[in-house]
């Protein structure tokens, strides 16, 4: 009787979690601040090793941030005032799939097994253009007003819109896309400076304010 009982709560349970039948996408590894999933299942505050899953749209308020650990080994920070919908995400068996969709904010991606070769498809939409990769650990977000994109570190990504495409294969470079029918400018390195403003919108604001920049040869 006792098991029986056990085991009637145990499926109680499970069937009013507001995960049951959705797929994981990663778990919330950092988190500071107010940070939300929205889902068909409502809204959930996230901490530290709670799942997030695909269809989510993860939503951080000021001052905030998240960093998450995909399931592939990708880690993904999501900086203050941004939000971003998991459209897909999936890796089993060395195959696999990610969609992101950034809809407002900043972030940083280091990829982890979907490195955008075939059998392992990896794009982030924002709202000016698309990002492809190859193995990196790049930036987006707003800048002076425009969005920007940098490589931080491996062998490159590449940004397109409906008006071109640019590939960015040098560390420390990076392209602004002032809107979804622009070019993306052609990749520049960037200044110390630019790159420690671009991680300060995906760090704490302790952190950022006593991280000093990033050594660069450029005036950019």
């Known amino acids: 009787m006792q098991r029986f009982i056990i ?28 940070v939300s999933s929205v889902s068909t299942s409502g809204t959930r505050t996230l901490g530290v090793n709670d799942p997030v899953f695909i269809q989510d749209n ?22 203050a005032e941004s939000s971003i919908v998991i459209e897909d995400y999936t890796f089993e068996d060395d195959q696999g799939n990610a969609s992101l969709n950034l809809t407002r904010g900043a972030f940083r991606m280091i990829s982890g097994a979907l490195k955008g070769v075939e059998g392992r498809e990896f794009s982030l939409r924002t709202p000016v253009a698309t990002i492809g990769i190859r193995g990196t650990d790049f930036w987006g977000g707003r800048l ?28 420390g470079f990076g392209t602004t896309v002032k809107s979804p029918n622009q070019t993306p400018s052609p990749p520049k390195k960037w200044s110390s400076e630019k790159v420690k403003r671009a991680l300060d919108t995906v760090r704490p604001p302790t952190e950022a304010s006593n991280t000093p920049p990033t050594p660069t040869n450029s005036d950019y």
Do not use: H, W
């Open 7 to 34: 085991s009637v709560f145990f499926i109680f349970i499970t069937f009013l979690s507001p995960a049951f039948g959705e797929t994981i996408a990663g778990t919330v590894s950092k988190v500071t601040g107010e």
């Open 58 to 79: 993860l939503v951080t308020k000021v001052g905030a941030l998240v960093e998450l650990s995909m399931k592939d080994g990708a880690t993904l920070t999501l900086g």
């Open 144 to 171: 002076d007003g425009d969005y920007n994109f940098a490589l931080l570190n491996g062998k490159g990504i590449y940004v397109e819109n409906a008006a071109g495409r640019v590939e960015i294969s040098q560390v």
